[in-house]
């Protein structure tokens, strides 16, 4: 190998180190919202191209100095890898192959750790650069097997979000891993230097591997830039939303519904204005996207949009209404997403106690949702419908083969068509099995807009105005 590409081997380790720093920071700073990013799409394909190069040249470097088990190894875990890649690629944008994750992510750990023990144990465990490399590859491998393994029998949700900073404090340890190799190929490079002070350099290879590394450079810190630019302004608008939702609480009443068997439900209550005990009022359910920890009650209701709409002070006067906000647990959700925790029904256990306490127009109830909320909304009147005057669901999906229950409940849904979030197909498919079920359901859809449009929504001309006006017979 000439000194050229020890050069770039360096340059690649360096950046791929460079990436997963960054990749492990906001990682921590946004959690999983990070995949949804506008531009992880783009900082995703220079991440695993620059991870690719960097194990192409290894494997090329193995090969020369005929390091056979660290070179077989190594493209067992470098296809590994990209097999993680496509996988994830195809979750985040297609929304397919999600029961491939946990498989992949397991082939992934235990190639990594074989490769790991090659490094330590096979001749290249002579060289100490790169026995450090495999002694600081194996136990971060074994940690996050143990962490994946014991997610998937674990059914706490606490016991999940400590495995799952433990995964990703031990994924940015991980980094560390690209510094042992550079150091190894650092003392290799000044004795390449001196071994061939009398050879010719090879200039064009030497010229075309330093654009190679420029090139690499260039595109990681363009989208490097990007994405945090990004996470800035995710952070920025999640603490801005999370004042409001404080602000939210202290207009609502915390309340707890506690059913026959024990479950227990949190939930916000906001009565009409100038409540008077002998009419009847609509009720309007607003579901949150929340599902922040459990200690936190306040988050737990954030993305409860409608009711800050309808409680402002001229909404109140124009619509007097219950505003009913419930808490959505951690781990959970409100039904309408496969494989995934619902309190759906006692829900509805909550909504039905209401009736005997306070004088709600039970032909006049209604449900709204954002996200999580929106699968929620369809959710519930799917299977509920007998509860429901009308619907709004924003940005959300349910089961087409439940339409046909849902035919005479006047909906409303609105979707942005780029939401990279929750597919736009979510919405449309819904609306197409109503209309064909005989449906005459309302649909807006807003061209060029993502997932974050309730703005767009809230500000559509007679919303709340169309849905006080239904009435269940």
């Not at 550079?182 to 490079?189: D, K, N, Q």
């Not at 929750?422 to 993502?450: C, H, L, Q």
């Amino acid at each position: 190998m000439n000194k050229g590409l020890y050069s770039l081997l360096i340059c690649f380790l360096g950046l791929s180190a460079a990436c997963g720093v960054l990749q492990g920071i906001l990682g921590l700073l946004l959690g999983t919202q990070i995949f949804f990013l506008e531009s992880f799409v783009g900082w995703f394909w220079v991440a695993n191209i620059i991870s690719l190069s960097m194990s192409v040249l290894l494997l090329k470097y193995f090969h020369y100095r005929k390091y056979w088990f660290a070179f077989f190894t190594g493209a067992i875990s470098a296809i590994a890898n990209s097999c993680y890649a496509v996988v994830i690629y195809a979750i985040i944008v297609a929304r397919k192959l999600e029961t491939f994750r946990i498989p992949v992510v397991l082939l992934v750990i235990g190639a990594g750790i074989v490769y790991a023990a090659g490094l330590i144990f096979s001749s290249t465990g002579k060289r100490p650069w790169l026995k450090a490399a495999g002694i600081l590859t194996l136990p971060i491998g074994l940690v996050l097997g143990s962490t994946v393994i014991w997610s998937l029998s674990s059914p706490s949700f606490q016991m999940m979000s400590i495995l799952e900073t433990i995964s990703q404090w031990t994924s940015m340890a991980a980094c560390l891993i690209p510094i042992s190799f550079i150091m190894h190929f650092l003392s290799e490079r000044r004795m390449v230097k001196t071994e061939n002070a009398g050879i010719s350099r090879q200039g064009f290879s030497e010229n075309i591997m330093g654009q190679a590394g420029i090139v690499a450079i260039i595109c990681t810190l363009i989208f490097g830039v990007k994405m945090a630019a990004e996470s800035y302004s995710s952070l920025y608008w999640s603490k801005w939303n999370f004042e409001k939702t404080k602000e939210l609480a202290q207009l609502f009443e915390a309340r707890t519904f506690v059913n026959r068997k024990g479950d227990v439900l949190l939930y916000r209550l906001l009565k009409p204005l100038d409540y008077d005990s002998s009419k009847k009022y609509p009720l309007v359910v607003s579901l949150p996207y929340g599902g922040q920890p459990a200690t936190d009650t306040i988050r737990q209701i954030e993305g409860a949009a409608a009711a800050e709409m309808l409680s402002s002070d001229l909404n109140r006067k124009k619509y007097p209404a219950f505003l009913f906000i419930p808490n959505c647990p951690p781990g959970s959700g409100w039904g309408g997403i496969p494989n995934y925790p619902s309190v759906d029904s006692l829900v509805y256990e909550a909504i039905q106690s209401l009736d005997s306490q306070f004088g709600i127009d039970v032909k006049r109830r209604y449900v709204t949702g954002i996200s999580r909320g929106g699968y929620g909304t369809w959710h519930f009147i799917c299977t509920r419908p007998d509860l429901f005057a009308a619907a709004i669901p924003v940005c959300g999906g349910g089961d087409p083969k439940l339409a046909q229950g849902i035919v005479n409940v006047p909906v409303w849904a609105f979707h942005g068509e780029k939401d990279k979030n929750v597919p736009v197909s979510g919405s449309r498919d819904m609306i197409s099995a109503i209309t064909k079920a005989g449906g005459n359901p309302k649909y807006t859809e807003f061209p060029d807009e993502g997932h974050n449009i309730w703005n767009q929504v809230s500000s559509t001309p007679d919303l709340w105005g169309w849905m006080f006006a239904q009435k269940r017979e």
